[in-house]
């Protein structure tokens, strides 16, 4: 099985700082559905994948609505488990 999809993990220190929340704030939007949830690298280690982090935020520049990103989310979620 060949896969040519290249994806970039970062960890959560960086994903706070590119979307300037706390990590509490990072975590309720992640149980709200309005960011992607983390995905696990090891026993006590996740990460998050890059492109997905900069869809959301480029979703929040954009000023999308709660609902939208939220959607987003949803897609995000359902191209990970097909891929």
């Not at 994903?15 to 990590?23: F, G, I």
Request: aromatic letters at 4%; a positive charge.
């Amino acid at each position: 099985m060949t896969i040519n999809k290249f994806y970039q993990l970062i960890r959560r220190p960086s994903v706070l700082s590119q979307t300037a929340r706390s990590k509490s704030a990072l975590q309720l939007d992640e149980k709200a559905g309005l960011f992607c949830p983390p995905i696990s690298i090891g026993d006590r280690a996740v990460a998050y994948i890059k492109h997905e982090v900069e869809a959301i935020i480029q979703a929040r520049i954009e000023e999308q609505t709660p609902e939208q990103i939220k959607q987003l989310v949803s897609e995000i979620i359902k191209q990970r488990k097909a891929a």
